[in-house]
């Protein structure tokens, strides 16, 4: 008996119909702006959320300082961390993806802050802080240089210290 022979079916690709702009997947600009103008109007809106997160942060290291186990602790502040660096740029404030994004990699892969990671987890935060009360947007210019250099600086002496 012979074997059967292999048939290859190509779906159809409404996505490359779409990419040419004339397939059913047409962008329609009226829904655009209304997108457009959603964000712009959640743009206001987010320094206070911000603040809710930073506040959030600050409440969750003090906990950290308490907590016999510090991981779940540790999670929550890592979970308020990626929101953060996933937020700011989305909304002008490129300087807060920078810095939670900073926190996020100092705290991945730890069970638990001693000593100078305090001092480093609370710069971050201060250092967002900060970003929102100057208003800084974007990359900062010289006072986002100023910011960073600061934080870098203690991220860096906490990782001499642990070396």
Request: aromatic share 6%; charged share 25%.
């Given at each position: 008996?012979?074997?059967?022979?292999?048939?290859?079916?190509?779906?159809?690709?409404?996505?490359?119909?779409?990419?040419v702009g004339n397939?059913?997947?047409?962008?329609?600009?009226?829904?655009?702006?209304?997108?457009?103008?959603?964000?712009?109007?959640?743009?206001?809106?987010?320094?206070?959320?911000?603040?809710?997160?930073?506040?959030?942060?600050?409440?969750?290291?003090?906990?950290?300082?308490?907590?016999?186990?510090?991981?779940?602790?540790?999670?929550?502040?890592?979970?308020?961390?990626?929101?953060?660096?996933?937020?700011?740029?989305?909304?002008?404030?490129?300087m807060v993806?920078?810095?939670?994004?900073?926190?996020?990699?100092?705290?991945?892969?730890?069970?638990?802050?001693?000593?100078?990671?305090?001092?480093?987890?609370?710069?971050?935060?201060?250092?967002?802080?900060?970003?929102?009360?100057?208003?800084?947007?974007?990359?900062?210019?010289?006072?986002?240089?100023?910011?960073?250099?600061?934080?870098?600086?203690?991220?860096?002496?906490?990782?001499?210290?642990?070396?």
């Amino acid at each position: 008996m012979p074997e059967p022979q292999a048939q290859f079916i190509r779906p159809p690709n409404p996505l490359r119909k779409a990419k040419v702009g004339n397939g059913p997947a047409k962008l329609d600009p009226l829904l655009l702006a209304k997108a457009e103008a959603a964000v712009d109007d959640m743009q206001k809106h987010y320094p206070d959320w911000a603040d809710e997160d930073l506040t959030m942060l600050e409440k969750t290291l003090l906990d950290i300082r308490d907590a016999d186990d510090q991981m779940p602790h540790i999670k929550t502040m890592f979970r308020h961390a990626l929101d953060m660096k996933g937020q700011g740029g989305s909304f002008g404030y490129d300087m807060v993806t920078q810095v939670a994004g900073s926190l996020a990699d100092f705290i991945t892969g730890r069970t638990n802050l001693k000593g100078i990671d305090f001092d480093v987890v609370a710069a971050h935060v201060q250092t967002m802080r900060a970003v929102f009360a100057e208003d800084v947007k974007g990359d900062g210019g010289k006072t986002g240089q100023a910011l960073m250099g600061g934080l870098n600086a203690i991220v860096a002496k906490a990782a001499a210290a642990k070396g």
